[in-house]
Protein backbone atom coordinates (compact mmCIF):
# COMPACT_ATOMS: atom_id res chain seq x y z
CA UNK A 1 0.00 0.00 0.00
CA UNK A 2 1.31 3.17 -0.95
CA UNK A 3 1.51 5.71 1.98
CA UNK A 4 -1.10 8.63 1.65
CA UNK A 5 -0.21 11.48 0.69
CA UNK A 6 -0.34 13.81 3.68
CA UNK A 7 1.72 17.40 5.41
CA UNK A 8 0.35 16.35 8.34
CA UNK A 9 -0.67 13.78 10.82
CA UNK A 10 0.81 10.30 10.24
CA UNK A 11 -1.60 8.13 12.53
CA UNK A 12 -4.35 9.63 14.63
CA UNK A 13 -4.75 7.34 18.39
CA UNK A 14 -8.34 7.79 19.13
CA UNK A 15 -10.15 6.83 22.19
CA UNK A 16 -13.74 6.92 22.41
CA UNK A 17 -16.75 6.10 23.90
CA UNK A 18 -20.45 6.21 23.62
CA UNK A 19 -21.07 8.37 27.04
CA UNK A 20 -17.78 10.21 27.20
CA UNK A 21 -17.81 10.41 31.06
CA UNK A 22 -14.29 8.98 31.29
CA UNK A 23 -12.98 12.25 29.64
CA UNK A 24 -15.37 14.79 31.28
CA UNK A 25 -11.97 16.03 32.91
CA UNK A 26 -9.54 15.80 30.04
CA UNK A 27 -9.48 11.47 30.75
CA UNK A 28 -7.05 9.94 32.62
CA UNK A 29 -5.94 7.55 29.89
CA UNK A 30 -2.00 7.20 29.49
CA UNK A 31 -1.32 4.65 26.78
CA UNK A 32 -2.20 6.45 23.50
CA UNK A 33 -0.38 9.45 24.60
CA UNK A 34 2.82 7.21 25.51
CA UNK A 35 2.12 6.00 21.75
CA UNK A 36 2.37 8.95 20.28
CA UNK A 37 5.42 10.54 22.10
CA UNK A 38 6.77 6.97 21.05
CA UNK A 39 5.81 6.77 17.77
CA UNK A 40 7.44 10.68 17.16
CA UNK A 41 10.38 9.54 18.15
CA UNK A 42 10.77 7.47 15.47
CA UNK A 43 9.57 10.23 12.55
CA UNK A 44 6.34 9.75 12.90
CA UNK A 45 3.66 12.28 13.27
CA UNK A 46 1.17 11.55 15.91
CA UNK A 47 -1.83 12.79 16.88
CA UNK A 48 -4.43 11.43 19.79
CA UNK A 49 -7.99 12.39 20.11
CA UNK A 50 -10.29 11.09 23.49
CA UNK A 51 -13.91 12.00 24.02
CA UNK A 52 -17.29 10.89 23.17
CA UNK A 53 -18.26 8.94 20.04
CA UNK A 54 -20.36 11.87 18.85
CA UNK A 55 -17.61 14.00 18.32
CA UNK A 56 -16.28 10.68 16.12
CA UNK A 57 -16.77 12.33 13.28
CA UNK A 58 -14.88 14.86 13.13
CA UNK A 59 -11.90 12.33 13.26
CA UNK A 60 -11.12 12.63 9.79
CA UNK A 61 -11.19 16.53 9.34
CA UNK A 62 -8.28 17.94 7.10
CA UNK A 63 -5.12 18.35 9.86
CA UNK A 64 -3.58 21.67 10.01
CA UNK A 65 -0.40 20.32 8.09
CA UNK A 66 -3.47 19.87 5.01
CA UNK A 67 -4.27 16.40 4.18
CA UNK A 68 -6.09 13.95 6.74
CA UNK A 69 -4.86 11.68 8.86
CA UNK A 70 -2.53 9.28 7.12
CA UNK A 71 -3.65 5.75 9.16
CA UNK A 72 -5.93 5.92 12.58
CA UNK A 73 -5.40 3.71 15.52
CA UNK A 74 -8.65 2.97 17.44
CA UNK A 75 -8.64 1.76 21.47
CA UNK A 76 -11.05 -0.99 22.11
CA UNK A 77 -12.36 -2.03 25.67
CA UNK A 78 -15.44 -4.20 26.36
CA UNK A 79 -17.58 -0.61 26.79
CA UNK A 80 -16.85 0.63 23.23
CA UNK A 81 -16.45 -2.71 21.44
CA UNK A 82 -18.89 -2.19 18.72
CA UNK A 83 -18.43 1.11 18.60
CA UNK A 84 -15.27 0.76 17.62
CA UNK A 85 -16.17 -2.35 14.81
CA UNK A 86 -18.68 0.44 13.37
CA UNK A 87 -15.72 3.35 13.35
CA UNK A 88 -13.24 1.36 11.70
CA UNK A 89 -15.59 -0.17 8.57
CA UNK A 90 -17.06 3.81 8.27
CA UNK A 91 -13.59 4.85 8.32
CA UNK A 92 -12.19 2.27 5.72
CA UNK A 93 -15.50 2.41 3.33
CA UNK A 94 -14.98 6.37 3.65
CA UNK A 95 -11.35 6.96 3.52
CA UNK A 96 -9.76 4.03 2.72
CA UNK A 97 -6.80 4.40 5.30
CA UNK A 98 -4.96 2.15 7.39
CA UNK A 99 -7.20 1.09 10.34
CA UNK A 100 -5.35 -0.68 13.76
CA UNK A 101 -7.22 -1.62 16.53
CA UNK A 102 -5.48 -2.52 19.90
CA UNK A 103 -6.40 -2.41 23.91
CA UNK A 104 -7.34 -4.43 26.47
CA UNK A 105 -10.18 -6.19 24.36
CA UNK A 106 -7.98 -6.80 21.51
CA UNK A 107 -7.06 -9.99 22.53
CA UNK A 108 -10.42 -11.48 22.39
CA UNK A 109 -11.11 -9.65 18.85
CA UNK A 110 -11.38 -12.92 16.00
CA UNK A 111 -11.99 -13.05 12.52
CA UNK A 112 -15.27 -12.01 12.61
CA UNK A 113 -14.73 -8.81 14.12
CA UNK A 114 -11.70 -8.08 12.06
CA UNK A 115 -13.62 -8.85 8.61
CA UNK A 116 -16.64 -6.54 10.47
CA UNK A 117 -14.61 -3.89 11.27
CA UNK A 118 -12.46 -3.74 8.08
CA UNK A 119 -9.57 -3.10 9.93
CA UNK A 120 -5.93 -4.08 8.64
CA UNK A 121 -4.45 -5.46 11.86
CA UNK A 122 -5.39 -6.08 15.65
CA UNK A 123 -2.34 -5.17 17.96
CA UNK A 124 -2.41 -7.67 21.30
CA UNK A 125 -1.03 -6.82 24.21
CA UNK A 126 1.57 -3.75 24.65
CA UNK A 127 1.44 -1.95 21.32
CA UNK A 128 4.38 0.43 21.24
CA UNK A 129 6.96 -1.75 18.83
CA UNK A 130 4.19 -3.71 16.93
CA UNK A 131 2.33 -0.56 15.66
CA UNK A 132 5.84 1.03 15.05
CA UNK A 133 6.34 -2.28 12.43
CA UNK A 134 3.07 -2.03 11.22
CA UNK A 135 3.42 1.45 10.14
CA UNK A 136 6.70 0.90 8.65
CA UNK A 137 5.37 -2.15 7.09
CA UNK A 138 2.88 -0.20 5.09
CA UNK A 139 4.90 2.98 4.62
CA UNK A 140 8.42 2.20 4.94
CA UNK A 141 8.57 -1.18 2.91
CA UNK A 142 9.30 -2.64 6.19
CA UNK A 143 8.37 -6.73 7.47
CA UNK A 144 5.83 -8.75 6.19
CA UNK A 145 2.34 -8.69 8.47
CA UNK A 146 3.73 -12.19 8.60
CA UNK A 147 6.56 -11.25 10.50
CA UNK A 148 5.26 -8.67 12.94
CA UNK A 149 4.60 -10.41 16.25
CA UNK A 150 1.79 -9.66 18.56
CA UNK A 151 -0.86 -9.10 15.79
CA UNK A 152 -3.93 -10.84 14.25
CA UNK A 153 -5.03 -9.71 10.74
CA UNK A 154 -6.58 -11.43 7.66
CA UNK A 155 -4.83 -12.98 4.67
CA UNK A 156 -6.25 -13.00 1.28
CA UNK A 157 -4.89 -16.41 1.02
CA UNK A 158 -4.93 -17.80 4.47
CA UNK A 159 -7.15 -16.18 6.41
CA UNK A 160 -7.42 -15.52 10.14
CA UNK A 161 -3.66 -15.32 11.49
CA UNK A 162 -2.41 -14.60 14.59
CA UNK A 163 1.59 -13.91 14.59
CA UNK A 164 3.23 -15.06 18.05
CA UNK A 165 3.09 -13.14 20.96
CA UNK A 166 5.41 -10.04 21.19
CA UNK A 167 7.54 -10.32 24.27
CA UNK A 168 6.48 -7.26 26.71
CA UNK A 169 9.32 -4.62 26.78
CA UNK A 170 11.78 -5.11 29.71
CA UNK A 171 13.49 -1.48 30.08
CA UNK A 172 10.16 0.64 30.76
CA UNK A 173 13.07 3.20 31.42
CA UNK A 174 13.61 3.30 27.69
CA UNK A 175 10.21 4.65 27.09
CA UNK A 176 9.59 7.89 26.80
CA UNK A 177 7.49 10.17 28.89
CA UNK A 178 4.22 11.22 27.81
CA UNK A 179 3.55 14.47 26.32
CA UNK A 180 -0.25 15.62 27.62
CA UNK A 181 0.28 19.38 25.18
CA UNK A 182 -0.87 16.32 22.42
CA UNK A 183 -4.11 16.22 24.49
CA UNK A 184 -7.04 18.74 23.60
CA UNK A 185 -7.61 20.27 26.59
CA UNK A 186 -4.83 19.65 28.66
CA UNK A 187 -4.60 23.74 29.33
CA UNK A 188 -7.93 23.04 31.64
CA UNK A 189 -7.09 20.05 33.15
CA UNK A 190 -6.47 19.29 37.04
CA UNK A 191 -4.83 16.26 37.40
CA UNK A 192 -2.58 14.33 35.09
CA UNK A 193 -1.90 10.25 34.88
CA UNK A 194 1.81 8.93 35.98
CA UNK A 195 2.22 5.10 34.97
CA UNK A 196 5.61 3.10 37.37
CA UNK A 197 5.14 -0.19 36.10
CA UNK A 198 3.53 -2.72 33.49
CA UNK A 199 2.44 -6.12 34.54
CA UNK A 200 0.82 -7.57 37.74
CA UNK A 201 2.10 -10.46 39.67
CA UNK A 202 -1.91 -11.65 40.77
CA UNK A 203 -3.95 -14.17 38.54
CA UNK A 204 -7.58 -12.58 39.79
CA UNK A 205 -9.66 -14.65 37.12
CA UNK A 206 -11.93 -11.56 36.48
CA UNK A 207 -8.83 -8.93 35.20
CA UNK A 208 -7.52 -8.35 32.07
CA UNK A 209 -4.43 -6.92 33.98
CA UNK A 210 -3.43 -10.47 35.45
CA UNK A 211 -4.26 -12.23 31.97
CA UNK A 212 -2.12 -10.00 30.37
CA UNK A 213 1.41 -9.64 30.63
CA UNK A 214 1.88 -11.24 33.32
CA UNK A 215 5.92 -10.45 34.30
CA UNK A 216 5.31 -7.45 36.23
CA UNK A 217 8.47 -4.65 35.15
CA UNK A 218 8.67 -1.70 37.30
CA UNK A 219 10.28 1.68 36.33
CA UNK A 220 12.80 3.20 38.22
CA UNK A 221 11.93 5.64 41.35
CA UNK A 222 13.88 8.36 39.31
CA UNK A 223 12.23 8.32 36.10
CA UNK A 224 8.84 8.09 37.70
CA UNK A 225 10.10 11.60 39.33
CA UNK A 226 11.55 13.47 37.06
CA UNK A 227 8.15 13.07 34.77
CA UNK A 228 6.39 14.34 37.89
CA UNK A 229 8.43 17.08 38.02
CA UNK A 230 8.41 17.39 34.37
CA UNK A 231 4.57 17.54 33.95
CA UNK A 232 3.50 19.83 37.00
CA UNK A 233 6.21 22.27 34.93
CA UNK A 234 3.92 21.90 31.79
CA UNK A 235 1.00 21.84 33.36
CA UNK A 236 1.40 23.77 36.76
CA UNK A 237 -2.80 24.77 37.04
CA UNK A 238 -2.67 20.93 38.46
CA UNK A 239 -2.88 19.87 41.79
CA UNK A 240 -3.43 16.01 41.53
CA UNK A 241 -1.65 13.63 39.98
CA UNK A 242 -2.73 9.73 39.45
CA UNK A 243 -1.02 6.74 40.08
CA UNK A 244 -2.69 4.35 37.33
CA UNK A 245 -1.17 1.11 37.54
CA UNK A 246 -1.46 -1.84 39.76
CA UNK A 247 2.02 -2.09 40.75
CA UNK A 248 2.25 1.01 42.79
CA UNK A 249 2.31 -0.81 46.54
CA UNK A 250 3.77 -4.08 45.58
CA UNK A 251 7.12 -3.62 46.97
CA UNK A 252 7.41 -1.34 50.30
CA UNK A 253 10.75 -0.37 50.23
CA UNK A 254 9.85 0.82 46.57
CA UNK A 255 6.76 2.40 48.02
CA UNK A 256 9.22 4.21 50.70
CA UNK A 257 11.70 5.24 48.18
CA UNK A 258 8.63 6.81 46.17
CA UNK A 259 7.37 8.52 49.54
CA UNK A 260 10.37 10.40 49.90
CA UNK A 261 10.06 11.61 46.32
CA UNK A 262 6.91 13.14 46.58
CA UNK A 263 7.38 14.50 50.15
CA UNK A 264 10.52 16.30 48.83
CA UNK A 265 8.69 17.42 45.56
CA UNK A 266 5.86 18.79 47.60
CA UNK A 267 7.98 21.22 49.27
CA UNK A 268 8.03 23.29 46.41
CA UNK A 269 4.36 22.02 44.39
CA UNK A 270 1.58 22.10 46.35
CA UNK A 271 -0.38 18.59 44.98
CA UNK A 272 -1.23 15.68 46.46
CA UNK A 273 -2.17 11.96 44.67
CA UNK A 274 -3.65 8.95 44.51
CA UNK A 275 -2.89 5.26 44.13
CA UNK A 276 -4.31 1.72 43.84
CA UNK A 277 -3.01 -0.63 46.58
CA UNK A 278 -3.75 -4.55 46.71
CA UNK A 279 -5.13 -5.55 49.82
CA UNK A 280 -3.36 -8.72 50.67
CA UNK A 281 0.11 -6.41 50.35
CA UNK A 282 -1.47 -3.71 52.13
CA UNK A 283 -2.72 -6.32 55.41
CA UNK A 284 1.23 -7.44 55.38
CA UNK A 285 2.60 -3.89 54.85
CA UNK A 286 0.10 -1.40 56.58
CA UNK A 287 3.60 1.07 57.60
CA UNK A 288 2.77 1.91 53.68
CA UNK A 289 -0.11 3.67 54.38
CA UNK A 290 0.83 6.04 56.88
CA UNK A 291 4.18 6.66 54.85
CA UNK A 292 1.64 7.12 51.79
CA UNK A 293 -0.49 9.52 53.86
CA UNK A 294 2.33 11.86 55.27
CA UNK A 295 3.51 12.12 51.47
CA UNK A 296 0.22 13.35 50.43
CA UNK A 297 -1.37 10.85 48.96
CA UNK A 298 -5.29 12.00 49.05
CA UNK A 299 -7.37 8.98 47.87
CA UNK A 300 -5.97 5.29 47.82
CA UNK A 301 -8.48 2.27 45.93
CA UNK A 302 -8.66 -0.99 46.80
CA UNK A 303 -10.11 -4.12 45.05
CA UNK A 304 -12.94 -5.15 47.43
CA UNK A 305 -14.74 -6.67 44.69
CA UNK A 306 -17.58 -8.92 47.09
CA UNK A 307 -18.12 -9.47 51.07
CA UNK A 308 -18.22 -12.97 50.33
CA UNK A 309 -15.13 -15.06 51.10
CA UNK A 310 -16.63 -17.85 48.66
CA UNK A 311 -16.98 -15.30 45.61
CA UNK A 312 -13.42 -13.58 46.84
CA UNK A 313 -11.60 -17.10 46.56
CA UNK A 314 -13.35 -17.96 43.37
CA UNK A 315 -12.13 -14.15 41.11
CA UNK A 316 -8.59 -15.79 43.15
CA UNK A 317 -8.14 -12.35 44.63
CA UNK A 318 -6.04 -13.70 47.70
CA UNK A 319 -8.15 -11.27 50.51
CA UNK A 320 -11.14 -11.82 52.18
CA UNK A 321 -13.33 -9.95 54.40
CA UNK A 322 -11.49 -9.42 57.54
CA UNK A 323 -8.08 -8.78 55.98
CA UNK A 324 -9.63 -5.68 53.72
CA UNK A 325 -11.48 -4.42 57.25
CA UNK A 326 -8.18 -4.41 58.62
CA UNK A 327 -6.64 -2.36 55.48
CA UNK A 328 -9.46 -0.29 55.17
CA UNK A 329 -9.27 0.67 59.19
CA UNK A 330 -5.36 0.54 58.78
CA UNK A 331 -5.88 3.44 56.22
CA UNK A 332 -8.50 5.31 58.31
CA UNK A 333 -5.73 5.40 61.45
CA UNK A 334 -3.33 6.74 58.68
CA UNK A 335 -5.42 9.77 58.16
CA UNK A 336 -5.83 8.92 54.34
CA UNK A 337 -9.00 10.72 53.04
CA UNK A 338 -10.54 9.16 50.49
CA UNK A 339 -10.71 5.25 50.62
CA UNK A 340 -12.41 3.75 47.43
CA UNK A 341 -13.45 0.30 46.68
CA UNK A 342 -16.11 -0.95 44.41
CA UNK A 343 -18.07 -4.26 44.66
CA UNK A 344 -18.77 -6.64 41.09
CA UNK A 345 -22.16 -7.66 41.05
CA UNK A 346 -22.75 -10.91 38.99
CA UNK A 347 -20.33 -12.39 39.55
CA UNK A 348 -19.51 -16.00 40.02
CA UNK A 349 -22.46 -17.51 41.85
CA UNK A 350 -24.06 -14.54 42.91
CA UNK A 351 -26.86 -15.02 44.77
CA UNK A 352 -29.48 -12.93 47.11
CA UNK A 353 -27.19 -14.21 50.11
CA UNK A 354 -23.54 -13.09 48.24
CA UNK A 355 -25.09 -9.75 47.24
CA UNK A 356 -26.16 -9.66 51.62
CA UNK A 357 -22.97 -10.25 52.53
CA UNK A 358 -21.36 -7.64 50.19
CA UNK A 359 -23.70 -5.09 51.61
CA UNK A 360 -23.10 -6.28 55.50
CA UNK A 361 -19.29 -5.48 54.22
CA UNK A 362 -19.69 -2.32 52.77
CA UNK A 363 -21.72 -1.13 55.94
CA UNK A 364 -19.24 -2.30 58.21
CA UNK A 365 -16.43 -0.41 56.20
CA UNK A 366 -18.35 3.11 55.92
CA UNK A 367 -18.63 2.55 60.26
CA UNK A 368 -14.99 1.88 60.21
CA UNK A 369 -13.79 4.61 57.78
CA UNK A 370 -17.37 7.27 57.99
CA UNK A 371 -16.55 10.28 55.72
CA UNK A 372 -13.59 8.22 54.13
CA UNK A 373 -14.71 4.86 52.78
CA UNK A 374 -17.20 4.77 49.89
CA UNK A 375 -17.63 2.12 47.55
CA UNK A 376 -20.62 1.26 44.74
CA UNK A 377 -21.85 -1.36 42.90
CA UNK A 378 -20.73 -2.54 39.51
CA UNK A 379 -21.34 -5.29 36.64
CA UNK A 380 -19.15 -7.73 36.14
CA UNK A 381 -17.14 -7.21 33.03
CA UNK A 382 -16.03 -10.37 30.79
CA UNK A 383 -12.49 -9.13 29.75
CA UNK A 384 -11.03 -11.53 26.92
CA UNK A 385 -8.14 -14.63 27.73
CA UNK A 386 -9.36 -14.14 31.74
CA UNK A 387 -10.16 -17.41 33.43
CA UNK A 388 -13.84 -16.90 33.76
CA UNK A 389 -14.29 -15.61 30.24
CA UNK A 390 -12.82 -18.70 29.00
CA UNK A 391 -14.67 -21.13 31.19
CA UNK A 392 -17.80 -19.21 32.69
CA UNK A 393 -19.55 -22.18 33.76
CA UNK A 394 -16.86 -23.46 36.11
CA UNK A 395 -17.61 -20.07 38.03
CA UNK A 396 -20.79 -20.91 38.28
CA UNK A 397 -21.84 -18.21 36.00
CA UNK A 398 -22.70 -17.21 32.16
CA UNK A 399 -23.09 -13.86 30.66
CA UNK A 400 -25.67 -12.83 27.64
CA UNK A 401 -23.55 -11.28 24.97
CA UNK A 402 -26.64 -12.02 22.82
CA UNK A 403 -27.94 -8.38 25.05
CA UNK A 404 -25.40 -6.07 24.27
CA UNK A 405 -26.89 -4.17 21.86
CA UNK A 406 -29.21 -3.29 24.04
CA UNK A 407 -26.86 -1.72 26.36
CA UNK A 408 -24.99 2.09 26.63
CA UNK A 409 -21.94 0.33 25.94
CA UNK A 410 -20.86 -2.81 25.24
CA UNK A 411 -20.77 -4.62 29.18
CA UNK A 412 -23.00 -7.64 28.73
CA UNK A 413 -25.40 -9.02 31.35
CA UNK A 414 -24.74 -11.81 33.16
CA UNK A 415 -26.56 -14.40 35.24
CA UNK A 416 -25.88 -16.98 37.76
CA UNK A 417 -28.24 -20.51 38.57
CA UNK A 418 -29.18 -18.48 41.73
CA UNK A 419 -30.43 -14.83 39.71
CA UNK A 420 -31.48 -14.06 36.15
CA UNK A 421 -30.04 -10.99 34.85
CA UNK A 422 -33.54 -9.11 35.29
CA UNK A 423 -33.03 -9.76 39.05
CA UNK A 424 -28.98 -8.83 39.08
CA UNK A 425 -29.97 -5.93 37.57
CA UNK A 426 -32.57 -4.68 39.89
CA UNK A 427 -30.02 -5.93 42.78
CA UNK A 428 -27.58 -3.35 41.82
CA UNK A 429 -29.74 -0.55 41.67
CA UNK A 430 -31.26 -1.47 44.84
CA UNK A 431 -27.88 -2.50 46.18
CA UNK A 432 -26.37 1.58 45.54
CA UNK A 433 -29.72 2.82 47.14
CA UNK A 434 -28.99 0.60 50.11
CA UNK A 435 -24.77 2.25 50.36
CA UNK A 436 -26.50 5.53 50.01
CA UNK A 437 -29.03 5.68 52.18
CA UNK A 438 -26.11 3.99 54.92
CA UNK A 439 -24.09 6.82 53.89
CA UNK A 440 -26.71 9.35 54.24
CA UNK A 441 -27.70 7.93 57.71
CA UNK A 442 -24.26 8.07 59.30
CA UNK A 443 -23.94 11.91 58.48
CA UNK A 444 -27.14 12.93 59.45
CA UNK A 445 -26.58 10.93 63.16
CA UNK A 446 -23.25 12.44 63.31
CA UNK A 447 -20.97 10.04 62.55
CA UNK A 448 -19.06 11.70 60.60
CA UNK A 449 -15.99 13.52 62.08
CA UNK A 450 -16.08 17.49 61.46
CA UNK A 451 -12.23 17.30 60.73
CA UNK A 452 -13.05 14.48 58.03
CA UNK A 453 -15.99 16.22 57.01
CA UNK A 454 -13.37 19.54 56.21
CA UNK A 455 -10.61 17.23 55.17
CA UNK A 456 -13.08 16.32 52.46
CA UNK A 457 -13.82 19.84 51.51
CA UNK A 458 -10.61 21.15 50.93
CA UNK A 459 -9.59 18.36 48.93
CA UNK A 460 -12.17 19.36 47.01
CA UNK A 461 -11.70 23.30 46.56
CA UNK A 462 -8.01 23.23 46.85
CA UNK A 463 -6.71 19.83 44.64
CA UNK A 464 -10.15 18.72 42.32
CA UNK A 465 -10.71 15.78 44.78
CA UNK A 466 -13.54 13.44 44.78
CA UNK A 467 -15.48 11.24 46.80
CA UNK A 468 -18.88 9.67 46.85
CA UNK A 469 -19.06 11.52 49.87
CA UNK A 470 -18.62 14.90 48.98
CA UNK A 471 -20.62 14.41 45.62
CA UNK A 472 -23.67 12.94 46.78
CA UNK A 473 -23.88 12.80 50.84
CA UNK A 474 -22.81 16.05 52.09
CA UNK A 475 -24.78 18.12 49.20
CA UNK A 476 -28.00 17.08 51.19
CA UNK A 477 -27.70 19.09 53.82
CA UNK A 478 -27.23 22.54 51.95
CA UNK A 479 -26.55 24.71 54.92
CA UNK A 480 -23.80 22.62 56.24
CA UNK A 481 -22.56 22.56 52.82
CA UNK A 482 -22.20 26.01 52.66
CA UNK A 483 -20.54 26.04 55.84
CA UNK A 484 -17.87 23.79 55.27
CA UNK A 485 -16.90 25.08 51.82
CA UNK A 486 -16.79 28.81 53.35
CA UNK A 487 -14.73 26.67 56.00
CA UNK A 488 -12.47 24.84 53.77
CA UNK A 489 -11.79 28.40 51.59
CA UNK A 490 -10.40 29.78 54.71
CA UNK A 491 -12.59 32.64 54.94
CA UNK A 492 -13.96 31.96 58.08
CA UNK A 493 -13.37 30.38 61.28
CA UNK A 494 -15.52 28.05 63.78
CA UNK A 495 -15.60 29.71 67.16
CA UNK A 496 -13.43 27.15 69.05
CA UNK A 497 -10.52 28.23 66.66
CA UNK A 498 -10.50 31.56 67.90
CA UNK A 499 -8.52 33.13 70.41
CA UNK A 500 -11.19 33.92 73.10
CA UNK A 501 -9.83 37.58 73.63
CA UNK A 502 -10.52 38.55 69.96
CA UNK A 503 -13.46 36.90 69.71
CA UNK A 504 -15.77 39.80 70.06
CA UNK A 505 -13.94 41.17 67.47
CA UNK A 506 -14.65 38.29 64.92
CA UNK A 507 -17.73 39.26 62.85
CA UNK A 508 -20.94 36.00 62.48
CA UNK A 509 -21.93 35.27 59.63
CA UNK A 510 -24.73 33.06 58.03
CA UNK A 511 -23.78 30.68 55.13
CA UNK A 512 -27.29 31.07 53.81
CA UNK A 513 -28.82 34.42 52.72
CA UNK A 514 -32.05 34.95 55.08
CA UNK A 515 -34.58 35.20 52.02
CA UNK A 516 -33.33 31.77 50.95
CA UNK A 517 -32.90 30.01 53.86
CA UNK A 518 -36.07 31.47 56.22
CA UNK A 519 -39.69 30.94 55.68
CA UNK A 520 -43.03 32.42 57.14
CA UNK A 521 -45.29 29.67 55.37
CA UNK A 522 -46.84 29.09 59.23
CA UNK A 523 -47.23 32.88 60.12
CA UNK A 524 -43.59 32.47 61.90
CA UNK A 525 -40.17 32.50 60.59
CA UNK A 526 -38.57 28.69 60.71
CA UNK A 527 -35.46 27.45 58.74
CA UNK A 528 -36.74 23.94 57.71
CA UNK A 529 -38.32 22.25 60.35
CA UNK A 530 -36.53 24.98 63.19
CA UNK A 531 -38.93 27.44 64.27
CA UNK A 532 -36.95 30.63 65.48
CA UNK A 533 -37.70 32.31 68.21
CA UNK A 534 -38.22 36.45 67.87
CA UNK A 535 -34.22 36.56 69.87
CA UNK A 536 -33.41 33.31 67.64
CA UNK A 537 -34.77 34.86 64.23
CA UNK A 538 -32.75 38.65 65.58
CA UNK A 539 -29.59 36.78 65.85
CA UNK A 540 -29.48 35.58 63.04
CA UNK A 541 -30.82 38.51 61.01
CA UNK A 542 -27.71 40.61 62.76
CA UNK A 543 -25.17 37.75 61.88
CA UNK A 544 -24.39 39.10 58.46
CA UNK A 545 -20.61 39.76 58.39
CA UNK A 546 -21.38 43.19 58.39
CA UNK A 547 -20.76 43.64 62.09
CA UNK A 548 -18.65 42.36 64.86
CA UNK A 549 -19.84 39.75 67.43
CA UNK A 550 -19.55 42.49 70.30
CA UNK A 551 -22.00 44.66 68.24
CA UNK A 552 -24.70 41.92 67.59
CA UNK A 553 -24.49 41.68 71.40
CA UNK A 554 -25.21 44.83 72.10
CA UNK A 555 -27.78 45.37 69.11
CA UNK A 556 -29.53 42.10 70.68
CA UNK A 557 -29.26 43.51 74.35
CA UNK A 558 -30.90 46.74 73.32
CA UNK A 559 -33.94 44.55 71.98
CA UNK A 560 -34.08 41.53 74.40
CA UNK A 561 -32.17 43.03 77.29
CA UNK A 562 -35.04 43.40 79.65
CA UNK A 563 -36.96 40.24 79.32
CA UNK A 564 -33.75 38.65 81.11
CA UNK A 565 -32.56 39.59 85.09
CA UNK A 566 -29.67 41.02 83.85
CA UNK A 567 -25.98 41.40 80.94
CA UNK A 568 -24.85 38.15 82.17
CA UNK A 569 -28.45 35.81 81.60
CA UNK A 570 -28.86 37.58 78.10
CA UNK A 571 -25.53 37.01 76.63
CA UNK A 572 -25.47 33.47 78.18
CA UNK A 573 -28.53 32.39 76.40
CA UNK A 574 -27.59 34.52 73.16
CA UNK A 575 -24.51 32.79 73.38
CA UNK A 576 -26.22 29.44 73.52
CA UNK A 577 -27.98 30.35 70.29
CA UNK A 578 -25.21 31.42 68.17
CA UNK A 579 -23.32 27.43 69.58
CA UNK A 580 -26.49 25.79 68.25
CA UNK A 581 -25.86 28.34 64.97
CA UNK A 582 -22.70 26.52 64.36
CA UNK A 583 -23.83 23.64 64.84
CA UNK A 584 -26.65 23.20 62.53
CA UNK A 585 -23.88 25.04 59.83
CA UNK A 586 -26.16 28.24 59.52
CA UNK A 587 -23.47 30.59 60.59
CA UNK A 588 -19.13 30.94 61.30
CA UNK A 589 -17.25 33.67 61.85
CA UNK A 590 -14.77 36.11 59.86
CA UNK A 591 -12.01 38.42 60.62
CA UNK A 592 -12.86 41.14 58.26
Known amino acids: MERTQNKGIDILLVNVHRDGWSFLNG ?84 A ?3 EDSRCDAVVRGEGEYSLLELLDSIFR ?87 IKTQFARHPQCKYLFF ?54 AKLFIGVESGSDRVLSLYRKQTGREMIIKVVSEAEKAGIAHIAGNIIL ?25 GRFDTAGFFFIPYPVTAITRDPGKFGMKTLCRRENHSLEDIPLSETAAMKWEELLAARLEFNRAVQKEMKKIYSEGGVPHETILQSYKLLINYGVYSRWI ?14 TLLAGGGVKRSEEIIAQEFHSWRPQRTFEIWNGVSFDDGYPAVGRDVLSPLQYEL ?37 VLN ?13
Open 346 to 370: GGPVESPETIEESLTLVKALLKTAP
Open 27 to 110: GLAIGLNLLAVFLKERGYNAAVHMGAACGADELMRISPGGGRPGSVGLYCDYENMTLVRGLAARIKEKYAVPVFIGGPQAPGLG
Open 141 to 227: GGKKFSEIEGISYIDPEKGFVETPDRQPIEELDSLPHPDFRLEKGHEKWNSFPVMTGRGCPYRCAFCHEGAGAKKVRLRSVESVLAE
Open 112 to 114: KFI
Open 244 to 297: IDDTFTLNPKRVESFCDGLAELRRDIDFVWFCEGHVQTLARNPEMLYRMSAAGL
Open 471 to 484: AQTYPENAFKNNYY
Open 580 to 592: EFEQKGWMAYSRF
Open 540 to 576: LLLCSGKIKLGEVMEKAFLKFGGLFSGRAEFEAEAGA
